[in-house]
């Protein structure tokens, strides 16, 4: 499946952004979906995910209750809307597809990533 993140951009804090995910090539539906980043000089860290179904979803503490993570089948499209951003959430964001039976959140585990979208929150 390939898969192209959009949305990022500056935005200060406080602010919001949704950032949009557009897979195609496969059955998006067949996918758990997720959101990670990687901030300047860290590693890849897990954001969000979401289930095939979007009936669950998982996200890290650091962006719990202010990031929402969404899908939309028909459109073969995963959402994350964030709120509240700080400037610690800036990052290159990817999606990235998932297709084994369990969801995980270790970035391993995902089969196919996007090529990310660039988030800059300003103080």
């Known amino acids: 499946v390939q898969l192209q993140a959009s949305g990022g951009g500056l935005v200060q804090a406080g602010g919001s952004l949704r950032l949009s995910c557009a897979a195609s090539g496969r059955t998006f539906r067949n996918y758990h979906m997720g959101w990670f980043r990687q901030a300047p000089g860290k590693e890849r860290e897990f954001v969000a995910a979401i289930s095939r179904g979007g009936s669950v979803t998982y996200y890290a503490d650091s962006v719990k209750g202010r990031f929402t993570i969404s899908r939309d089948n028909a459109k073969n499209t995963v959402y994350l809307q964030m709120n509240s951003l700080k400037p610690e959430d800036t990052a290159v964001y990817y999606c990235?597809?998932?297709?084994?039976?369990?969801?995980?959140?270790?970035?391993?585990?995902?089969?196919?990533w996007g090529q990310g979208t660039l988030v800059t929150v300003s103080s």
């Open positions: 990235a597809a998932d297709s084994g039976i369990v969801m995980y959140t270790e970035g391993s585990s995902y089969d196919f």
